[in-house]
């Protein structure tokens, strides 16, 4: 089997990283960056959003599995100190695939520019490059609210326990395929109004932002961030790709919602 390992890049996961590498290799087990049937992520969440994006293109025949050398993580779960046991597992035996559902967002441009294709494994946001967002929002092909204020916010499940929980999003289990729009700061006085709640749509609606008067924005994806000029629309929904984790032991989601907020 062909495998990767991704680092965050300070000393300990490094150290980490290379000390797996040796160990899988020992088990004839073939390093290859390019095309890795299984990425270990050493790090953090964000390491794994980085691995995520990496290796985006051939996500049907990558699984991915995270090693945390900070804090636990929602897709970083494995700690240093189960390496051996990992490795072993990794070589020997025939791992359970979990799949969880990731975001399509595609920006479509004015003048004819060609539109762009993202996805998403936490979520993408959407802020204006100068002054109030304003965009209308709809749902499904229908008008559903003009929004304004800092930002829109559109997540996947396993995105739900991070930008999202800050801006007071539901959590979500990543086995429901769902997107969910929440709202940063927006105004509601006699004149404009939002809905307030944050939304949770399922896999066959469809969520799309129009600029009402800007059609400059800062657009996130992940961890990346990137200036879009002279938009027409940002349309999301559930992807039809997935993320598959490799999976060698129960840890329930709500364990891990536990473990990471209440008590660790
Ligand atoms: P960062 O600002 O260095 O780290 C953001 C934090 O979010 C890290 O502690 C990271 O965990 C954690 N995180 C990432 N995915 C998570 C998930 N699915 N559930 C719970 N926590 C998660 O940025 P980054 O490492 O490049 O990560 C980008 C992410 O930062 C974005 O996708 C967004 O969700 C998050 N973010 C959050 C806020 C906020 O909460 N106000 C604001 C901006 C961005 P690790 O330490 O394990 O890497």
């Given amino acids: 089997m062909k495998f990767a390992i991704t680092s965050k890049g300070d000393a300990k996961s490094n150290a980490l990283m290379h000390k797996m590498r040796t160990y899988l290799?020992?088990?004839?087990?073939?390093?290859?960056?390019?095309?890795?049937?299984?990425?270990?992520s050493v790090g953090g969440d964000g390491t794994l959003l980085y691995a995520f994006h990496r290796y985006s293109s051939r996500l049907s025949k990558t699984a991915f599995v995270g090693v945390h050398t900070g804090h636990l993580g929602f897709y970083a779960d494995w700690v240093p100190d189960e390496i051996e046991?990992?490795?072993?597992?990794?070589?020997?035996?025939?791992?359970?695939?979990?799949?969880?559902?990731?975001?399509?967002?595609?920006?479509?441009?004015?003048?004819?520019?060609?539109?762009?294709?993202?996805?998403?494994?936490?979520?993408?946001?959407?802020?204006?490059?100068?002054g109030t967002l304003v965009m209308d929002v709809e749902i499904r092909g229908q008008h559903f609210e003009v929004f304004r204020?800092?930002?829109?916010?559109?997540s996947t499940p396993s995105g739900s326990t991070a930008y999202n929980k800050a801006l007071g999003g539901a959590i979500i289990h990543p086995s429901l395929p769902s997107i969910?729009?929440?709202?940063?700061?927006?105004?509601?006085?006699?004149?404009?109004?939002?809905?307030?709640?944050?939304?949770?749509?399922?896999?066959?609606?469809?969520?799309?932002?129009?600029?009402?008067?800007?059609?400059?924005?800062?657009?996130t994806i992940d961890h990346l961030t990137l200036v879009h000029k002279d938009?027409?629309?940002?349309?999301?929904?559930?992807?039809?790709?997935?993320?598959?984790?490799?999976?060698?032991?129960?840890?329930?989601?709500?364990?891990?919602?536990?473990d990471s907020f209440i008590d660790g």
């Fill in 180 to 219: 969910q729009l929440a709202e940063m700061a927006s105004i509601n006085n006699r004149v404009f109004r939002t809905v307030g709640s944050p939304l949770i749509m399922p896999a066959h609606h469809t969520c799309m932002l129009k600029p009402v008067n800007r059609s400059d924005f800062m657009i």
């Fill in 85 to 130: 046991k990992l490795v072993i597992a990794i070589a020997k035996t025939p791992y359970q695939i979990i799949e969880y559902p990731l975001m399509e967002a595609i920006i479509r441009y004015k003048n004819g520019g060609r539109e762009t294709r993202y996805l998403a494994l936490n979520e993408s946001t959407v802020k204006s490059v100068d």
């Fill in 149 to 154: 204020g800092d930002g829109l916010c559109l």
């Fill in 25 to 40: 290799k020992d088990f004839n087990l073939e390093y290859d960056e390019k095309e890795p049937e299984i990425v270990i």
């Fill in 231 to 258: 938009v027409k629309s940002i349309q999301y929904r559930v992807a039809d790709e997935k993320i598959r984790f490799a999976r060698f032991r129960p840890f329930p989601f709500w364990k891990r919602v536990h």
